[in-house]
């Protein structure tokens, strides 16, 4: 005769398979950078808005219940931060979002001196987003790594 906890691995077991089949063919959205714009502002260390576009490539709507970001430039992490209170996603849509972030003083200061040490003209970026959206969906991660030309 099965035990009590034996039925429950067995049901719990079920219900996360048909949780994993409940959105097949899920694309990850994507995540680009519109704009970066310097805010005036009092402290000492600047803050940016940087307005971002999420293009939604699936047929269901996409809700975001918060996001990471980081932006790392050479290598070197500038900017971080969260964001919550975000727009959903139509299906086969996109939404712009504007966030504000401030910049990291340590990281700045690396790219500051390693900018100083050698001439480039240009340099790697990369945008790292984690999109949460909902308890019962892992994160979505979004990677967008390309180059700035000066």
Do not use: H, W
Not at 10 to 35: H, M, Q, R
Not at 66 to 85: F, I, R
Not at 117 to 124: A, K, L, V
């Amino acid at each position: 005769m099965p035990n009590i906890r034996s039925i429950f691995i067995v049901l719990l077991t079920i219900f996360l398979a048909g949780c994993a089949n409940l959105t097949p063919g899920f694309e990850d959205p994507a995540v680009e950078v519109i704009s970066i714009q310097l805010k005036s502002s009092n402290s000492l260390a600047p803050e940016f808005d940087i307005a971002l576009r999420v293009t939604n490539p699936n047929r269901d709507a996409l809700k975001i219940d918060g996001m990471t970001y980081a932006l790392y430039l050479a290598g070197n992490k500038v900017v971080s931060g969260v964001a919550n209170d975000l727009p959903g996603v139509p299906g086969y849509g996109e939404v712009a979002v504007t966030i504000q972030a401030t910049l990291s003083l340590f990281g700045s200061l690396s790219l500051l001196n390693e900018l100083m040490n050698q001439y480039q003209d240009s340099i790697d970026y990369e945008l790292v987003t984690k999109l949460d959206v909902g308890r019962f969906y892992p994160k979505i991660t979004v990677k967008r790594q390309g180059l700035f030309n000066f």
